[in-house]
Every structure is written in C-alpha cells, then in structure tokens.
C-alpha cells in the first residue's frame, strides 16, 4: 500500500461539508471484499455518509456498470436513503432542497 487513507477522517470531512463520497466501479478488482473500496464503502456505512455510485466508464458498454459496487453495497447493508444517485428523481429532489436552502441563507 503506497498510500494509507485514513478513511474515518475523510468521511468525516465529507460529512461535515455536505459533500458525497463515489464509490467507483472502474477502480475495483481482486476480492472485492478486500478491496479499499469495500473499506470506504464500511466506513461510510458506519457514518451514515452520502454516496454516489460511479462507473468510470471508458467504453460506451461500460456506462452505468455498477456491479462490483452494489455487490459491495449489499455486504455493508447499506442504506438505500444514502445512495443519492439510487434515480435520477432522487439526486434531483435532493439538488432542488440544497439549492432552496443556499438561496433562503442570502
């Protein structure tokens, strides 16, 4: 491991700053449950972090894949309210309430 990640902290901070954490198809490989993304995907489990799904598609076929991802997300028993891009209509209700609460702050 070239670089440790102290995902507790990072998470922590997403949180703090209202920000989502990915959890990125492209980048797992090997035993999915030893992969670092399993360990981040616990971790945002444990604090109740936001997530998006990524695919890092690079092929046309690729586009969506999220298979690695959700198998992982089924191991963690993650909650299905923290996945804001579970629908588009989730992500946008989402997008719509954090931009009528910015424009009530000015």
Known sequence: EQFKVDYHEVISAAIAHDKFIELNNGSISGNILQSESFKLAKECHIQNAKIICGSDAHIVHE??????????????????????NISTAYLNNYLIKKSQMKNSLC
Do not use: R, T
Request: charged share 20%; net charge neutral.
């Open 63 to 84: 586009i969506g894949a999220f298979s690695k991802v959700i198998e992982i997300l089924k191991h963690v028993n993650f909650q299905q309210e923290l996945i804001m």
